[in-house]
């Protein structure tokens, strides 16, 4: 079982920064690749970012490519998404996610795969 507790989430101007951080429960998390999602109100889930067990691999949605940073440390048992050059529809519940990998350097980008979620905290980006 792994618990995820997001953090870093508020009210940010456009172009503006935040850095979200996920926070995992037991002793396993270098077991567990890491995703990034957000949900805005009336959409659906969206993939944002995901980082291999190592962090060796790395995977961004297009729409978010060149502005936010995924890394983790596993020492920390802790994933973090640095987000960069804010827009306003960047605002979503932004989730971390967590799935048993296999493989080193396996990604996963769709969230059916994930067996584990955090609560979500609240990104909002003001014009």
């Known amino acids: 079982q792994v618990q995820l507790v997001e953090s870093g989430g508020g009210l940010v101007q456009a172009g503006g920064s935040l850095r979200l951080s996920c926070v995992a429960s037991?002793?396993?998390?270098?077991?567990?690749?890491m995703g990034w999602f957000r949900q805005a109100p009336g959409k659906e889930r969206e993939f944002v970012a995901t980082?291999?067990?190592?962090?060796?691999?790395?995977y961004y949605a297009d729409s978010v490519k060149g502005r936010f940073t995924i890394s983790r440390d596993n020492a920390k048992n802790t994933v973090y998404l640095q987000m960069n050059s804010l827009k306003p529809e960047d605002t979503a519940v932004y989730c971390c996610a967590a799935v048993a990998a296999t493989y080193l350097s396996g990604i996963y980008t769709r969230p059916e795969l994930y067996g584990y979620w955090g609560q979500g905290t609240q990104v909002t980006v003001s014009s």
């Open positions: 980082i291999s067990r190592s962090g060796g691999v790395i």
């Open positions: 037991g002793r396993t998390f270098s077991t567990y690749a």
